[in-house]
């Protein structure tokens, strides 16, 4: 018995004396390798210079689809903001060429990147607040740290796989539909949107629904892609949707910011599992 309760004492003085390590070494070098990486993810969300540095650089993307030729065009990326956008619509009845570009004094914000930058920035702040010099007693700190920061990836992944779900009221009041010149005309809807690594753009061509119409009107709710045959009131109008273009081009930087959030995670993940394994420790002992 005073054998087995001596090399239980010796298992667990080892056991002790990794922990300690775990707490006073690994954490902070897996700290600092968060650091380094969700820095990089940073430089990825372009931010308008200042001071020497200039303005942001301008990125030309070229839309396109396998399905249609019925729209392209370019968007011009600017940071988070559109800065100029040139888009061709062929007309399906009668092939009429439609020609509609961003007013010069007008930028479209791009909410998701805006987000997703913000949630990466408060992620590096988290853990900057604990540098070289900051000693964790207990796992649950560390634990609670990854939480948070893990929260913040989460949320700036999300943003950039997840587009919001908009009513067609909602896309029809949107202050994108008079960022225009020409004025886009009363059956044209227009949404822009982030889907994963691709800057998504959706032209909507609507119809009135006549009084004596024997449809049955059926409001659509919100979805990040309309199909033809949604309908919606608009004032004192019903309109149906009754065709669908969308084109898109990918962002090279935006699959890379995509990466250096998976790599954070599964960081942040390891680093917990390696913590859980000293869960009868940290419970009731600082180190």
Known sequence: MATVMAATAAERAVLEEEF???????????????????????LRFTLPGSGTE????QENFILGSCGTDQVKGVLTLQGDALSQADVNLKMPR????????FREDKQWKLQQIQDARNHVSQAIYLLANRDESYQFRTGAEVLKLMDAVMLQLTRARNRLTTPATLTLPEIAASGLTRMFAPTLPSDLLVNVYINLNKLCLTVYQLHTLQPNSTK?????????????????????????VSHVHKVESVIPWLNDALVFFTVSLQLCQQLKDKISVFSSYWSC???
């Open 94 to 101: 009668n092939n009429q060429l439609l020609h509609f570009a």
């Open 285 to 287: 002992r600082p180190f």
């Open 216 to 240: 049955n009107f059926r409001p659509a709710g919100g979805a990040v892609l309309h199909s033809p045959g949604a309908m919606f009131e608009w004032g004192t109008q019903r309109l149906e």
């Open 54 to 57: 200039g303005p942001t650089k």
């Open 20 to 42: 300690r390590w775990l707490l006073h070494d690994e954490v902070h070098a897996v700290l600092r390798q968060l650091q380094d990486i969700l820095k990089e993810a940073s």
